[in-house]
C-alpha cells in the first residue's frame, strides 16, 4: 500500500493474498496502481474476484505453479492450464500470466543448486509453452528471486526476474550465496 501510494504503478505481490480484509484492501489498491496477485487454485481464484466485484475493479493475477518448493502453487502442466482457462473467464480477473519461484534450490551447494533452478525453470517455461499451445497469451512469465536470478534470468521465455529481496542484503542472502556487499551494518 505504501509502494502504490508513493505512485509504483506495478507491483506483483508473489504470494497468494487471503483473508476478507487483505483482500478488500488489494481491491482498493487497484484504484492507485496495478497490484497484481499470484493464486494457485479455483477457491483463491473466486476469493480474488469476489472482492474485486465489490469494488468495482478488476484484479491482475498470474497463477503460481509449484515448481519443486512445495509450498504453494498450482501444479505444472494441464492443471495450469486448466485454471488459467477459469481466470480468463471470472469477471473481476484480469489474468496476466505465470509465476514460480525456485527456493528449494537454496539448500544446494553450487553445481547441484544451478541445477535444481534450471529444473524449475524448465518446469515454468514448458508449462507456459502447453498455455500458449492451449491459445492462452501470457504477458508475465516470471521467476528467479535475488539468490536465484543468476542462473535463470538468461533463459529465454522468463518476461520478469523478481529479485528484489537483495534490496537489504543481510546475512541470509550471504549464506545462500548471493554475491552482493551489505546494504547496512550496525
Same mark, same amino acid.
Given at each position: ?27 482498493? #489498491?487497484?484504484? #492507485? ?22 469494488? +468495482? &475493479?478488476?484484479?491482475? &493475477? &498470474? ?28 469477471? *473481476?480477473?484480469? /489474468?496476466?500470466?505465470?509465476?514460480? @519461484?525456485?527456493?528449494?534450490?537454496? $539448500? ?11 529444473? !524449475?525453470?524448465?518446469? #515454468? ?6 498455455? $500458449?499451445?492451449? +491459445?492462452?497469451?501470457?504477458?508475465? &512469465?516470471?521467476? !528467479?528471486? !535475488?539468490?536465484? /536470478? ?13 529479485? +528484489? *529481496?537483495?534490496? !537489504? ?6 549464506? @545462500? *550465496?548471493?554475491?552482493?556487499? /551489505?546494504?547496512?551494518?550496525?
Amino acid at each position: 500500500q505504501a509502494m502504490a501510494s508513493a505512485g509504483i504503478a506495478e507491483i506483483l505481490l508473489a504470494h497468494e493474498t487471503v483473508g476478507t480484509h487483505k483482500l478488500r484492501r488489494l481491491a482498493g #489498491l487497484q484504484h #492507485l496502481a496495478r497490484v497484481i496477485s499470484a493464486t494457485d487454485s479455483k477457491e483463491h481464484l473466486a476469493m480474488l474476484a469476489a472482492a474485486a466485484i465489490e469494488e +468495482g &475493479v478488476e484484479i491482475p &493475477v &498470474v497463477i503460481e505453479v509449484n515448481v519443486g518448493m512445495n509450498r504453494a502453487g498450482c501444479a505444472p502442466g494441464q492443471a495450469t492450464v486448466d485454471l488459467a482457462r477459469r481466470a480468463l473467464d471470472r469477471k *473481476g480477473i484480469r /489474468f496476466q500470466g505465470l509465476m514460480g @519461484w525456485e527456493g528449494h534450490a537454496l $539448500r544446494y551447494d553450487n553445481e547441484e543448486k544451478v541445477r535444481r533452478i534450471d529444473e !524449475s525453470v524448465t518446469v #515454468l517455461l514448458e508449462t507456459a509453452d502447453l498455455c $500458449r499451445t492451449a +491459445g492462452i497469451e501470457l504477458p508475465i &512469465v516470471s521467476a !528467479s528471486g !535475488s539468490c536465484t /536470478f543468476l542462473p535463470s534470468s538468461h533463459r529465454k521465455g522468463l518476461t520478469e526476474v523478481q529479485a +528484489g *529481496g537483495a534490496v !537489504s542484503y543481510d546475512l541470509s542472502y550471504q549464506r @545462500w *550465496g548471493v554475491p552482493h556487499e /551489505f546494504a547496512l551494518t550496525v
